[in-house]
């Protein structure tokens, strides 16, 4: 079957990722992971998600690594060009693959317009994408983060987050379980 072809190909480039994350005392390749993350959180957000949806949920970080955040300015203008740079990478990867497999170019442009975040509150693919993207960062990377940032960052990246969702996201994100500091930090943000 074309999915699972094209999810062992998305997962053995994203297990070269020379970055490790350890979860529950298992060390992971970290966009390897990452992926696995988006496509479980889809399937609970959304559980008849397209198959577009569902290999652009295991694509959104593919080869992440191979463009690093400290080959741009460290200011705002090269963060945002970093991004930018990843979304191409991203779908220029993922179009490879989903190709490679024999997909039609009609399903290969929807996943990369979800990668490439077009539409993004006008299409439903597209919002779908970034609302399991913003629950993922929720559930697995928001402590880590809190723990790295001060708390005005904190709660502008929250509400920056949140703005980004849709109000079926907004419930997701309502039902995590958050940790002491980071519902207090969510609950700061939306107040």
């Known amino acids: 079957m074309k999915f699972n072809q094209a999810i062992t190909l998305i997962d053995q480039a994203n297990k070269k990722d020379p970055n490790i994350e ?35 949920a295991r694509c959104q970080h593919i080869c992440r ?4 955040r400290n080959a741009y300015p460290m200011d705002r203008v090269g963060y945002l060009t970093w991004r930018n740079d990843l979304k191409k990478l991203h779908a220029k990867k993922a179009s490879e693959i989903l190709s490679s497999v024999g997909y039609n170019q009609d399903l290969i442009d929807e996943v990369q ?69 980071g519902l207090a930090m969510v609950q700061k943000a939306l107040a």
């Not at 350890?22 to 479980?40: D, L």
């Not at 690594?65 to 690093?68: D, K």
């Not at 005005?152 to 039902?175: C, F, N, P, R």
Request: glycine share 4%; charged share 30%; net charge negative.
């Open 22 to 56: 350890e979860y529950n005392g298992v060390a992971y390749p970290k966009e390897y992971i990452y992926g696995v993350r988006m496509s479980e959180r889809l399937e609970v957000f959304l559980p008849n998600a397209p198959e577009s949806l569902r290999l652009a």
């Open 113 to 181: 317009m979800m990668l490439l975040k077009k539409q993004l509150k006008k299409n439903e693919l597209t919002q779908a994408i970034e609302d399991v993207i913003c629950l993922v960062f929720l559930e697995f990377y928001f402590d880590n983060f809190i723990g790295k940032h001060k708390e005005d960052k904190i709660i502008d990246i929250v509400q920056k987050t949140w703005v980004k969702m849709s109000e079926k996201g907004h419930d997701a994100a309502l039902a995590l379980s958050f940790s002491e500091i």
């Open 65 to 68: 690594w191979e463009i690093p």
